[in-house]
Nanobody
Framework: QVQLVESGGGSVQAGDSLRLSCTVSGRAFRISALGWFRQAPGKERESVASITWNGRATAYADSVKGRFTISKDIRKNTVYLQMNSLKPEDTAVYSC????????????WGQGTQVIVSS
């Protein structure tokens, strides 16, 4: 089993920054990638950013490119999502999830953390 715990959400003003953390524990040795996702009220969940477990490759949604940065602290088994220049449309519940080697889907999810951006 793998456990994921997110933290760092909150309420901010447009233009502010937040850093989300996702700490992974448990059987993490076959994880291939970690992704951050978000879901706004009344909308489908969307992928925000992802990083391979070795930290060598990242990917971003077009809507956050240039504003969000995903990174990984190998020693802490923690992945960060640095969010700068936040916009009201970034308001959502942000969740992290991991994908294992040989598996296409993200199989383990955190509980989510709320981000609210006011104009």
């Amino acid at each position: 089993q793998v456990q994921l715990v997110e933290s760092g959400g909150g309420s901010v003003q447009a233009g502010d920054s937040l850093r989300l953390s996702c700490t992974v524990s448990g059987r993490a040795f076959r994880i291939s990638a970690l992704g951050w996702f978000r879901q706004a009220p009344g909308k489908e969940r969307e992928s925000v950013a992802s990083i391979t477990w070795n930290g060598r490759a990242t990917a971003y949604a077009d809507s956050v490119k240039g504003r969000f940065t995903i990174s990984k602290d190998i020693r802490k088994n923690t992945v960060y999502l640095q969010m700068n220049s936040l916009k009201p449309e970034d308001t959502a519940v942000y969740s992290c999830a991991v994908r294992h080697l040989g598996v296409d889907e993200y199989g383990y999810w955190g509980q989510g953390t709320q981000v609210i951006v006011s104009s």
